[in-house]
């Protein structure tokens, strides 16, 4: 990316920039601008998943690989992954600086989103991440792009800028320097559906064979501790049997000792 090429492009930017729509960011987000070089932020996860390098100089910063629209950017890049269906925390760190960025004007759509891919096919889509600031050597963002439900196993990832399904106008380059997708533990026993069979992990009636079974989950006797006079009930009356059975003699009158 040249600087004449910026230059001559900021106007068009700046004309446009209030015509564009909004983009909603990640939760938990944090970002920054400064008129010196600033590092991108660190994310949290112990191996994240590393996108691209920057700076402090600017042929630093503007080497590959590079999101943006124009020349020698990149609308999207693909990553091979290998991520098995379940719930999946992402986190993101982007970053844009160079020495003339405070002149080129308002650059209204330097965001990305996370793309989670199947056998070519798009399952799964995280929200764009938050827009860099403007009229500043550096912008950068620290977002917490929320939780992703794998219903399938996914083999690739791809990193998408804002422009490559949306109208932007303008280069909005910026980096994706770091990038965490965590697998998130998801408690079986929450949100059980009435009616439905309770996982034996979930039933506290289920335990390992020598542990003590819970109070609660003894089987009360509706025969001990009957009060004197009070109805008995008549699974507990002996007099009482089904059709078929054999009346005990001590309930037969026609028999006597």
Not at 52 to 72: C, F, H, N
Not at 105 to 132: C, K, M, N, P
Not at 172 to 180: D, F, G, W
Request: charged share 20%.
């Amino acid at each position: 990316m040249k600087r004449s090429w910026i230059a001559a492009i900021a106007v068009l930017i700046a004309i446009s920039a209030s015509a564009l729509g909004a983009t909603t960011a990640g939760s938990e987000s944090s970002s920054g601008t400064s008129d010196d070089y600033v590092a991108p932020p660190a994310v949290s996860c112990a191996d994240p998943i590393a996108v691209a390098s920057t700076g402090p100089t600017d042929d630093e910063s503007m080497s590959q690989p590079r999101l943006g629209l124009g020349q020698d950017l990149s609308k999207s890049l693909s990553y091979s992954a290998t991520l098995p269906a379940g719930v999946y925390a992402v986190e993101a760190a982007t970053h844009d600086s160079y020495s003339f960025r405070d002149t080129v004007g308002v650059q209204s759509h330097e965001q990305a989103r996370v793309v989670f891919v199947s056998g070519g096919v798009d399952i799964a889509a995280t929200g764009y991440t938050t827009e860099l600031g403007d009229d500043a050597r550096t912008g950068w963002a620290l977002d917490n792009l929320g939780e992703i439900t794998l219903d399938q196993a996914a083999d690739g990832i791809r990193v998408e800028h804002y422009g490559a399904v949306n109208p932007a106008v303008g280069p909005n380059s910026l980096k994706l320097t770091a990038l965490c997708v965590t697998p998130v533990s998801v408690d079986p026993c929450a949100n059980l559906v009435e009616g439905e069979a309770v996982p034996a992990e979930c039933d506290p009636c289920v335990v390992a064979e020598g542990e003590e079974l819970p109070s609660a989950c003894v089987p009360v006797d509706p025969c001990a501790n009957l009060v004197d006079g009070e109805e008995i009930p008549a699974e507990c009356d002996p007099c009482v049997v089904a059709e078929g059975e054999e009346l005990p003699a001590e309930c037969d009158p026609c028999v006597v000792a």
